[in-house]
């Protein structure tokens, strides 16, 4: 049965423009050859489409190379290959001949070998609007002022330019449609440099549908250099630095009435025991901030030896380690934490808390989040002996 759909692409010319020995379709971009990334580019964008490839007769050995290095999905989407004329147009029409002696699709791509960024949104448009309108192309607006100039290098016209476009390929076709096309531009002996001007030739409505700035045709050695820059891998100098860290931290109940939890105080039958005022919450939101910019722990800058922290409020080691990101040009993205106990209950506590922390830190309200949680009366905070806190914070520093 014949495919629904034919992606037809266009490898037989000489890239004469690029310069260099290699037929430019053959040349190596990344490790990979500009039509393997062609063909693979159309087999990902419309897996279903068999694909047929027109080359040059010389170009055997290449071609088999290439197809070597696609995928085992995209090889076997793959017909015989047909050969090429001397003009685009020639090679597009011995394609289709032969996508037809396999069987009418009902639908055909014409795709360039030499465009190699094809996306799938872009091949999408392209059956959409061939299914809708029977002959589409993609274009793009012009950027330039273009003007009509005599063989003296005279202005002749200036095209208005909101009326034009530069288009691109896959050319979209009912195959039908183009194939009777092609093979009257054939009996007529014109050149055309495009298929839609074979099917406009033929009488055809062309739809033109949004085009992709990346999809550009390597044309010149230029063309070479910007799509090394397209394909550039990013490397984690290119990405955002930014860092998670977690903090932990356990108190045991003591005697009192109230216990601190990030900076907040919270009437209870007991209060936390430790060497600071315990905030439980606020030591692991430290540790949080500290881990994300890897300056060990809250007890390495605040030893808990040391008789200066007797007591103190735990705002001032977490002003601290914020203190920290910022001389690195830091910033504080958001901090989640969980306060784990059976009481007191952290609801009616949890926006104030919020807003403590948000001050503390010198962050919106909004980057700050609190939960709770018991543990169904297991384990030591089940038991009521104490409150765990667990947080992350997220930490943006500047690139470098
Ligand atoms: N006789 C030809 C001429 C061109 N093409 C293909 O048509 C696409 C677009 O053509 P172009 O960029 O002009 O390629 P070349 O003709 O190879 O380039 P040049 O004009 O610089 O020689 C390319 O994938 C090219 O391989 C083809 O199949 N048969
Ligand atoms: C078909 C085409 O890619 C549309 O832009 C283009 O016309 C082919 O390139 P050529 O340089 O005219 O062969």
Not at 139 to 144: E, M, Q, R, W, Y
Not at 227 to 243: G, H, I, T, W, Y
Not at 264 to 289: K, Q
Request: net charge negative; proline share 6%; with cysteine.
């Amino acid at each position: 049965m014949a495919a629904e759909l034919s992606i037809l692409v266009v490898a037989g010319g000489r890239g004469s423009r690029a310069g260099q020995g290699l037929p430019k379709q053959y040349r190596k971009l990344a490790g990979k050859s500009v039509l393997a990334r062609t063909l693979e580019a159309m087999h990902a964008a419309a897996p279903a489409a068999r694909l047929t490839v027109v080359i040059h007769p010389d170009d055997q050995a290449l071609y088999a190379e290439t197809v070597s290095e696609l995928a085992a999905s995209a090889r076997a989407a793959l017909s015989a290959p047909a050969l090429g004329g001397a003009l685009r147009q020639e090679s597009v029409r011995n394609g289709l001949e032969a996508i037809g002696r396999e069987g009418e699709p009902e639908i055909v791509l014409v795709h360039d070998a030499a465009r190699p960024f094809a996306d799938p949104g872009l091949v999408a448009r392209a059956i959409e609007a061939a299914r809708a309108h029977g002959a589409a192309v993609p274009g793009a607006p012009l950027n330039d002022t273009v003007k009509e100039v005599d063989a003296n290098g005279f202005v002749v016209a200036t095209p208005d330019r909101a009326r034009l476009r530069a288009v691109q390929t896959p050319q979209a076709f009912r195959f039908s449609l183009i194939l009777a096309a092609h093979r009257a531009a054939a009996a007529g002996g014109r050149e055309y440099t495009d298929d839609a001007m074979i099917a406009e030739a033929a009488g055809c409505a062309v739809h033109v549908f949004d085009g992709d700035p990346q999809n550009f045709k390597l044309t010149t050695p230029q063309d070479f250099a910007r799509a090394m820059e397209q394909l550039k891998a990013p490397s984690l100098a290119d990405l955002p630095d930014v860092r998670m860290g977690q903090g932990y931290d356990v108190h045991a109940f003591a005697a009192g009435d109230k216990v601190w939890l990030g900076g907040v105080a919270i009437p209870h039958s007991h209060a936390l025991a430790g060497h600071s005022d315990a905030d439980v919450l606020m030591h692991a939101v430290t540790d949080a901030v500290l881990g994300a910019i890897a300056e060990g722990d809250i007890g390495a800058h605040f030893p808990p030896s040391d008789p200066q922290w007797k007591g103190a409020a735990s705002e001032i080691f977490l002003v601290h380690a914020c203190r920290l990101v910022r001389e690195r040009g830091g910033m504080i993205a958001h901090i989640d934490a969980t306060v784990v106990c059976e009481a007191p209950k952290i609801g009616p506590h949890r926006e104030a808390i919020r807003a403590s922390l948000a001050r503390i830190m010198g962050i919106d309200v909004g980057r700050v989040a609190i939960k709770a949680t018991t543990t169904e009366k297991l384990g030591f905070t089940g038991r009521g002996e104490g409150i765990a806190a667990l947080a992350i914070a997220t930490v943006r520093l500047p690139e470098g």
